[in-house]
C-alpha cells in the first residue's frame, strides 16, 4: 500500500473516531454506534478501539438494548483495567436495578467505587444502591444510604425522606417514622403513602380522631387506592370500639368488598355488629370467614354461628357449629354455653340413637358441675338414650328387640364394624376379627359398613401375618366397595400388593402396585412412592432386568416424583 493510501486510511479512521465521539456527547446513540462501528472495522488503534467499545457498551445500555448488560460485561471482560472500569460496573448496577435484578445490582454496585463517579452519578448510585439493599431487605444498610441523600442528596431527598419512614415504619419505630411521613403529606408523590402510614401509626397509638382524619382525608383523595381496602377496615374497627356498629358495618362492607384477603378479627366484629341488628344471614356470612384457624377468635365465632342458624331455622348447621365451639377449650365460658346448646340440639333431633347425647350430658356434667344449666342436663339425662359411641348399651338395646327392621340392623352392622375397629385401633386382634366377623356374617345391610369390615380384618390378618387371609379381605372389600373414590379403596390395591409380595409371588404383586399406582390420586403420598420402589422389587425378583432399560422405568418415575417434592438434589 502506498504511503498516501495509508494516511487516507487513518485519516478516515480517526475521523470517524471523532465524529462517532462527537454523536456520544449529543447522545445522538444511533450515529454514534454507526460510525464507531465503521471505525472499527478499519482502525488498528487499540487505545481507540477500546473506547470506543466502551462508548458503544454505553450506547447499548441507553437504548435500552436486550444485550446492554452482555455488551458492557464482555468490555469488562476483554479491557479489566479500563480506565472507565468503574463506572461501567456502576453502569451494570444501574442495567439491573432498573430491571428489579436487586441482587445482582448490589454485585455491580458493589464492584464500583463511588468516589470515583461524577456528583450526579454518586447520588444515582447511592439511591440505587440503598433501594436494592431495602428490596432484598438489608434495612440497616438501606438506612445508612438513604439517611446520606437525605443529608446532601437534590434528585433523591424526597425519595429518601419516604423510605427512612418506611424503615422506620417497618423496625416499630413509630415515633420516628411519623413526622417524616407528616412532612411527606405536602408532597404530592408520597402523599397517599403517607396518609396510610399516618393512619396505622394512629390505630396503634389508639389516637382515633387521627386515624378518622387520615382516612378520610385518604379516601377522599385517592377512592381507587391499593390502600382503599385497608382505610376502610381501621375505619370499621375504630366505629366498632367507639360503639357506632351501623358505620362499623358500612365500613367493614366496603372492605370486604375490595380486599383481596381478610383480617379475621375484622370480620368477626362484622358477623358481631350484623347479629346485634338480627341481620342474620349476613352474620353468617362474616362468620364463616373467621373459622378454619383453630383459636379462640374461631371458637366464639363457631358459637356466634349456632345461635345465627337456630335463627334461620337450620338446626343442622346449628348443631355442628356448637359442636365446633364445644371441641375448643380456649374460652371454657364459650365452651359451657356450646356444649350445652349442641347437647340440647341433638335430644331434642334424636341426631344420633346410640348415645351421643347421653355421653355430651355426662360429660357436660363432670365439667361444668356448677353451671347455670346442670338442673337442665340432669332431666335430659333421666329421658335420652345413648346414641353414639357406647356400643355396648347399642348392641344391648337392639338385642332386647325381637323383630328389627331392615334400618336397625344395619346400624347393628355399623356398630360392629365400628367395634371392630377400635379394638383394632387399641391392638386387641383377636376381638377385632370376631366384631368384624359378626358385622360380616348376616350379609348387607350397611353396604359401606360390610365392605369396609373386609378391608380392616384384612388389615389384622396382615399384621398378624396371615397374608392369605388378608388378601381374600382386601379382595372381598374391593367387590363390595359403595365408594370407589374413598381414600381406603385404591390403598386396598397397594395392601394387596404387599400380601402378596410378602408370599413371593411378584407377578400377582406387581400386578397389584401397578393398579393401586393408576387409582391413587395423592401422589405426594408416602405409599404412592413406595409403591414405585416395590414395582421396581418385583420386577428384580422376577429377573426384568430389561425393563430399566425401556426408557422411562419405575425408578426413573419415582425420581421424577421425589424431585417434584424437592426430595432429589
Known sequence: MAYGQRTYRFERADRLFQEGKAFFELRNFPGCSDKLMAFKAIS??????QEADYMLAVVASEQG?????????????????????????????????AHEDYGTAIQWFNTSEIDLLGTDQQEDYAYRLAYSLLQLHDLRTARNYFARIEEVGRKYRVPATYYLAYINYAEDKLKQAEPRFEQLKSEPAYREQSLYYLMQIHYVDERYDRVKSEGKALLSAYPN?????????????????????????KMLDKY?????????????????????????????????????????????ACLYLGQCYLQTGDRNRARMSFEQAATLTFDPKVQETAMYNYALLIHETSFSGFGESVTIFEDFLNRFPDSKYADKVSDYLAEVYLTTKNYDAALASIDKIRRPGRKILAAKQNILFRMGVEAFTARRPSEAIRRFDEAITPGVYDADAYSQAYYWRGETYYRQDDFNNAAADYRSYLSNATDRSAEAYPLAYYNLGYCLFKQQRYNDALAEFRRYINLEPRKESVSYADAYNRVGDCLFHARQFEAADEGVGPFDVLVEHLDRRGLVT
Request: glycine share 6%; charged share 30%; proline share 2%.
Open 44 to 49: 488498528h488503534d487499540r487505545d481507540l478501539i
Open 65 to 97: 438494548r436486550e444485550d446492554a448488560a452482555a455488551v458492557m460485561e464482555r468490555y469488562l471482560s476483554l479491557y479489566p483495567d479500563s480506565r472507565h472500569a468503574n463506572e461501567a460496573a456502576f453502569l451494570l448496577g444501574s442495567y439491573y436495578f
Open 225 to 249: 387506592s391499593r390502600n382503599s381496602a385497608e382505610a376502610y377496615r381501621l375505619l370499621g374497627d375504630v366505629a366498632y370500639r367507639e360503639g357506632d356498629e351501623a358505620t362499623a358495618i
Open 256 to 300: 370486604v368488598e375490595r380486599a383481596d384477603s381478610f383480617v379475621r378479627g375484622d370480620l368477626y366484629i362484622l358477623g358481631v355488629c350484623r347479629y346485634n341488628r338480627g341481620d342474620y344471614p349476613e352474620a353468617i356470612q362474616a362468620f364463616a370467614e373467621v373459622v378454619g384457624e383453630e383459636d379462640e377468635l374461631m371458637q366464639n
